[in-house]
């Protein structure tokens, strides 16, 4: 809503907007709530106001308005960073890794998500009963469904801040994911209603505010390999296990998946920076010392640990 053209501000608690009502273009007064307004006076006065939005929700409309403010992002050195490692999931909403550029990690955490999880299974499952006898416009149950997987990902999002302030983190690293394409296999439906990408709007508008940064890395073998360099990871009925959270070395050691996953995408952010912050000759002659760090899709935390090892050297 353009200003003086579609809204104005006519007294502290009421406005008028230009809509299009009665077959025409015309004026209409609308009341604003004291609460409302009182809330922006008070915690909104230094930031800049944009132009109103006019939006349905259900059968009613309503006013969003919007705020404009400026925010410094940190500018901190790779060897002084502590970064924010996080593995989206399907069956855990987010495996977090607090970590340095040695290769320390400062604390592990684990987003679970089981009510909502469980509620929004019961959700598709109706819908899918309905579907069975042959209902197949079912807008509200999609409604509820939809509104289950949307406070999915505000959870996750406010998970991921929340321990970002606690560390008072610089960088928060996501993997690079792909969504284009069709989907196939058994697991269609959750990589369907996986929210991965809304998770990494809510949480760069959040931490954006804060003054930290989001990294992306490629995604590609994070679960895949194991966090000491050991090779290729077996999971569920190739290793003997109930379950697709836990993998299996090949040192026989079990570790949890997600976490390996993790720790992998903090080691790959630290490599990809310090090799570029590093000029030619000096980088060349570390890749030839680590030949694994040459190969952006196989690192892990282990290289990263070898990587430091032999600029220290």
């Not at 004291?34 to 009613?60: M, W």
Request: glycine content about 4%.
């Amino acid at each position: 809503m353009y200003r003086t053209n579609m809204y104005e501000q006519t007294g502290t608690y009421q406005a008028q907007i230009k809509v299009h009502i009665r077959n025409t273009w015309d004026w209409i007064t609308v009341n604003l709530r004291k609460s409302d307004i009182d809330y922006i006076n008070r915690h909104c006065s230094t930031r800049k106001q944009c132009a109103p939005t006019l939006q349905k929700r259900g059968k009613e409309w309503f006013l969003d308005f919007p705020f404009e403010e400026k925010a410094k992002l940190c500018d901190t050195d790779v060897d002084k960073q502590t970064i924010l490692a996080v593995d989206l999931g399907i069956n855990t909403a987010a495996t977090i890794s607090v970590m340095r550029s040695d290769g320390t990690i400062l604390g592990r955490h684990f987003c679970h998500l089981n009510k909502e999880i469980d509620h929004l299974i019961h959700s598709i499952n109706r819908i899918k009963k309905a579907q069975q006898h042959h209902n197949c416009k079912t807008p509200r149950l999609w409604s509820r469904t939809k509104g289950i997987n949307h406070d999915i990902s505000v959870k996750t999002a406010q998970f991921i801040t929340d321990i970002a302030v606690l560390y008072n983190v610089d960088i928060i690293v996501f993997e690079y994911l792909d969504r284009n394409g069709k989907l196939r296999g058994s697991k269609k439906q959750k990589l369907h209603m996986w929210r991965s990408q809304e998770v990494q709007a809510i949480v760069t508008n959040k931490v954006h505010r804060l003054g930290m940064r989001i990294r992306r890395i490629c995604a590609w073998g994070t679960s895949k390999f194991a966090y000491d360099d050991s090779g290729m990871v077996l999971r569920g009925k190739d290793a003997d296990l109930a379950t697709y959270s836990v993998c299996k070395f090949t040192n026989g050691k079990i570790y949890n998946c997600d976490l390996s996953a993790s720790y992998n995408i903090g080691a790959r952010y630290f490599i990809r920076e310090i090799l570029k912050s590093l000029d030619e000759s000096l980088r060349l002659d570390i890749e030839a010392k680590v030949p694994r760090c040459s190969k952006r899709s196989t690192c892990t935390l282990s290289t990263l640990i070898s990587l430091n090892a032999a600029l220290a050297a």
